[in-house]
């Protein structure tokens, strides 16, 4: 049975910083390029990030870049996002999700072979 169970969430302050997880089971981690989605309040869905399989490859969108840092641990499955400097807009649901190419770079989850259900970041003063 294939699970990614998404943790690290919750409520920080401007500027602060939180690490996402997402642990995987059940299919090749490594043989799988992992993403990062997230769904703002009353909003669609956003690409974050992507990173290859064996994580030597890592993309971004415009709105996270050069403040957030994908990663991957295929020895222990689990996907990262280390999120620095946030703003009141990366409020949101982060998924993790996973596709065998690299490329897909899609906002809508159901391009995804797999996803997670997601944790909520909060950020506020």
């Known amino acids: 049975q294939v699970q990614l169970v998404e943790s690290g969430g919750g409520l920080v302050q401007p500027g602060g910083s939180l690490r996402l997880s997402c642990e995987a089971s059940g299919f090749a981690f490594e043989d799988y390029a992992m993403t990062w989605l997230r769904q703002a309040p009353g909003e669609g869905f956003e690409w974050v990030s992507s990173?290859?399989?064996?994580?030597?490859?890592?993309a971004y969108a415009d709105s996270v870049k050069g403040r957030f840092t994908i990663s991957r641990n295929n020895a222990k499955n689990i996907l990262y996002l280390q999120m620095n400097n946030l703003v009141p807009e990366d409020t949101a649901v982060y998924y993790c999700?996973?596709?065998?190419?690299?490329?897909?770079?899609?906002?809508?989850?159901?391009?995804?072979?797999?996803r997670g259900q997601g944790t909520q970041v909060y950020v506020s003063p």
């Open positions: 999700s996973a596709a065998t190419s690299y490329y897909v770079r899609s906002p809508s989850p159901y391009d995804y072979d797999y």
């Open positions: 990173t290859s399989g064996a994580g030597t490859g890592a």
